[in-house]
């Protein structure tokens, strides 16, 4: 059974830093591309970042380009996201996804998410 | 950025009734993909490459499309099928989704 378990959320001041961790299990996580998906409070899904099986190429958008990293690492089954610069309107649940597909990409399994909250 | 935009934006349909979502794209995609999100829980993946349901979708559930129109169909609406459904499109960074349908039992 694929598991993914996201930790690291929380209450974080404008301007700050944060890191988040998803720990992957039920498959060969070095078979598949990752990412995180956020959603802000009553709002829809926004697509944050994606890395590569290997982790040599990544992947963001431009709201969130320069100030988040993806990173992951194979030996420990673990994604992680670096948030720098933090806004208010980073506040959402953040999801782990599992990718699947070769060239046209989705997002098959889904983490429970966690919060993060900007405020000061 | 390929914009979706999904309608109607919510709607309400009675046990047994047929029920079509639907979501445009701006630009031209080569296939959608749609997610289920029930109240306070994660989304998960519904159908996939336009037309393929996810392990364990009952076959109510079907999809259609091409180009920049695609839908989501249910046969015959069930009390469990009440949930916010979003399309999404993996062609072309950055990776999109729609604002979301929200189906409500009637």
């Known amino acids: 059974e694929v598991q993914l378990v996201e930790t690291g959320g929380g209450l974080v001041q404008p301007g700050r830093s944060l890191k988040l961790s998803c720990v992957a299990s039920?498959?060969?996580?070095?078979?598949?591309?990752m990412s995180w998906t956020r959603q802000a409070p009553g709002k829809g899904l926004e697509w944050v970042a994606s890395i590569t099986n290997s982790g040599g190429s990544t992947y963001y958008p431009d709201s969130v380009k320069g100030r988040f990293t993806i990173s992951r690492d194979n030996a420990q089954n673990t994604l992680y996201l670096q948030m720098n610069s933090l806004r208010s309107e980073d506040t959402a649940t953040y999801y782990c996804?599992?990718?699947?597909?070769?060239?046209?990409?989705?997002?098959?399994?889904w983490g429970q998410g966690t919060l993060v909250t900007v405020s000061s | 950025e390929i914009v979706l935009t999904q309608s109607p934006t919510t709607m309400a349909a009675s046990p047994g009734e047929k029920v079509t979502l639907t979501c445009r794209a701006s630009s031209s995609v080569s296939y959608m993909h749609w997610y289920q999100q029930r109240s306070g829980t994660s989304p998960k993946l519904w159908i996939y490459e336009t037309s393929k349901l996810a392990s364990g979708v009952p076959n109510r559930f079907s999809g259609s499309g091409s180009g920049t129109s695609y839908s989501l169909t249910i046969n015959s609406m069930e009390t469990e099928d009440a949930a916010t459904y979003y399309c999404?499109?993996?062609?072309?960074?950055?990776?999109?989704f729609g604002g979301g349908t929200k189906l409500e039992l009637k």
């Open positions: 999404q499109q993996g062609s072309s960074y950055p990776w999109t």
């Open positions: 996804t599992r990718d699947d597909g070769t060239y046209y990409r989705w997002f098959a399994y």
């Open positions: 039920g498959f060969t996580f070095n078979n598949y591309w």
